[in-house]
């Protein structure tokens, strides 16, 4: 009995200094870790605080170094741009340099077709002119005209006339002065303000061929290349 109570008490006892051990260690336990807490708290924070100025010393640094960058790039930009525009304003003058070239030809070309023509149209004018002055040589004959005044020599040389030309048209060549009816018929009454009957009554003006006298109209009788006309003044009427 003795034995089993002391058995008891015992266990009782043991229960008791294990509990108070427990709840000691627990206590010391639970104070512990506040402190642990409170440094690994502490430490912590100072750690996110060290980070935060690690970020934004990174971060500062980071802009600027695109900052830089940026102003490096738009530096390259701005030279790569000048560089561009200088090229293209040299290749541009080049063009036109090239395009002025290529039209100087062009121009070269133009003068010397306009001069070509120009030579062309020269030689066709003198040609023209040269078939002119053949043809009017070949429907021309020379004739050698006298034209005598009373007692007076109103014209003598030779005279150039169509081939066609008759005594009328030879003594119109002398350029004098002529009086004349017109018709079929060509009748002659005065030249050189010397009329008919001036002298005598039945004076007037008659002409020759060759030396031979003429009795017809003046614009019937053809006249041939290098006749010889003779225009008087006649008192005796023939």
Same mark, same amino acid.
């Given at each position: 009995?003795?034995?089993?109570?002391?058995?008891?008490?015992?266990?009782?006892?043991?229960?008791?200094?294990?509990?108070t051990?427990?709840a000691?260690?627990?206590?010391?336990?639970?104070?512990?870790?506040?402190?642990?807490?409170?440094?690994?708290?502490?430490?912590?924070?100072?750690?996110?605080?060290?980070?935060?100025?690690?970020?934004?010393?990174?971060?500062?640094?980071?802009?600027?170094?695109?900052? /830089? @960058?940026?102003?490096?790039k738009?530096?390259? %930009?701005? !030279? #790569? &741009? =000048? +560089?561009?525009?200088? $090229?293209?304003? *040299?290749?541009?003058?080049?063009?036109?340099t090239?395009?002025?070239? /290529? @039209?100087?030809?062009?121009?070269?070309?133009k %003068?010397a !077709? #306009? &001069? =070509? +023509?120009?030579?062309? $149209?020269?030689? *066709?004018?003198?040609?023209?002119?040269?078939?002119?002055?053949?043809?009017?040589?070949?429907?021309?004959?020379?004739?050698?005209?006298?034209? #005598?005044?009373? +007692?007076?020599?109103?014209?003598?040389?030779?005279?150039?006339?169509?081939?066609?030309?008759?005594?009328?048209?030879?003594?119109?060549?002398s350029k004098?002065?002529?009086?004349y009816?017109?018709?079929?018929?060509?009748?002659?009454?005065?030249?050189?303000?010397?009329?008919?009957?001036?002298?005598?009554?039945?004076?007037?003006?008659?002409?020759?061929?060759?030396?031979?006298?003429?009795?017809?109209?003046?614009?019937?009788?053809?006249?041939?290349?290098?006749?010889s006309?003779?225009?008087?003044?006649?008192t005796?009427?023939?």
């Amino acid at each position: 009995m003795k034995k089993s109570v002391g058995i008891v008490i015992a266990i009782i006892v043991t229960v008791l200094t294990m509990g108070t051990a427990f709840a000691i260690q627990h206590h010391v336990s639970q104070s512990q870790p506040v402190t642990e807490q409170k440094q690994t708290m502490t430490s912590s924070s100072s750690k996110e605080e060290a980070a935060n100025q690690a970020s934004s010393s990174s971060k500062k640094h980071a802009v600027a170094v695109s900052s /830089s @960058k940026k102003k490096a790039k738009k530096k390259h %930009s701005t !030279s #790569s &741009e =000048r +560089k561009t525009s200088s $090229a293209k304003k *040299t290749v541009s003058s080049e063009s036109k340099t090239v395009a002025n070239k /290529s @039209k100087s030809p062009k121009k070269d070309t133009k %003068s010397a !077709s #306009s &001069e =070509r +023509k120009a030579t062309m $149209a020269k030689s *066709t004018t003198t040609t023209t002119a040269t078939k002119k002055s053949t043809a009017k040589q070949t429907n021309q004959i020379t004739v050698h005209l006298t034209v #005598s005044g009373y +007692k007076k020599t109103f014209f003598k040389g030779n005279v150039k006339v169509s081939s066609k030309a008759n005594a009328f048209t030879v003594l119109q060549a002398s350029k004098l002065k002529i009086d004349y009816q017109n018709g079929v018929v060509v009748y002659v009454s005065g030249v050189n303000g010397l009329s008919e009957n001036d002298i005598k009554t039945g004076s007037g003006w008659k002409y020759r061929v060759n030396g031979k006298f003429i009795d017809a109209a003046a614009n019937q009788k053809r006249i041939h290349n290098h006749d010889s006309v003779h225009w008087y003044f006649t008192t005796e009427g023939y």
